[in-house]
């Protein structure tokens, strides 16, 4: 259980193009789902946490205007890059929250490589 | 402001030698500390939780509030775990927010 999937996984576009990146949770509902962003070698920034039927909250630096969040259900929520550029090729990861066992743990999805020409 | 610190990017051991993978953090708190683990071509996934004081797979973590560590110790490594190993900290009342460390490749070798 506690599966979280991506769409899709890998995105190639060109510069000045939005791109949309979806998260699911397949088999429970996340009422709290989080972006996170990931360069090479690097470890993974939080840019966001998505919240279902409300605005999400960014991290100091993530601009709202580019990353564009919507949790329109308790198993979707999308992240759309709007105006790409080649700066913002990288690899994002989104997680649900849910609670397991009193915890409340987050389950990752799979990523998606967004590469903008 | 909440840290993590992993030193080594890069931690290479026999099969059979103990490993240690070092997490230090900074938090003006008490903090919940997580190990993850992601290994190739997989999602990342928990391996383990401080409160939980459970050993998985063999890893044991311990938390040390004087030396704000949280290492990740297995006394026999095994081919299997090699992997991408990150270090996590949660805050209280932030909103449930994860800061990972760099991650330290953990190869182990035969």
């Known amino acids: 259980g506690a599966v979280v999937s991506q769409h899709p996984s890998r995105v190639i576009c060109k510069s000045g193009t939005s791109v949309k990146i979806e998260c699911r949770s397949l088999?429970?509902?996340?009422?709290?789902m989080f972006w996170y962003r990931q360069f090479p070698k690097q470890s993974l920034m939080l840019m966001a946490t998505?919240?279902?039927?409300?605005?999400?909250?960014?991290e100091q630096g993530v601009e709202k205007d580019k990353f564009l969040i919507n949790h329109a259900s308790l198993t979707l929520s999308t992240l759309t890059v709007t105006s790409a550029h080649p700066e913002d090729s990288s690899f994002y990861i989104c997680s649900a929250q849910y609670q397991v066992s009193s915890y409340n743990e987050q389950f990752f999805g799979p990523g998606t490589r967004l590469t903008v020409l | 402001a909440q840290r993590v610190t992993q030193p080594e990017k890069l931690l290479s051991v026999f099969k059979g030698a103990p490993v240690e993978l070092k997490c230090n953090y900074s938090y003006s708190g008490s903090p919940e500390l997580f190990w993850y683990v992601q290994y190739s071509r997989q999602r990342l996934q928990l391996l383990l939780r401080h409160i939980s004081r459970e050993s998985i797979k063999g890893f044991t973590a311990d938390l040390n509030k004087g030396e704000t560590s949280f290492h990740l110790k297995k006394p026999f490594a095994q081919e299997e775990d090699s992997a991408m190993y990150y270090c996590a900290l949660r805050g209280r009342g932030g909103g449930n927010k994860l800061t990972f460390g760099t991650g330290t490749q953990l190869k182990v070798e035969l």
């Open positions: 088999d429970f509902q996340a009422t709290t």
């Open positions: 998505s919240n279902e039927g409300s605005k999400a909250t960014y």
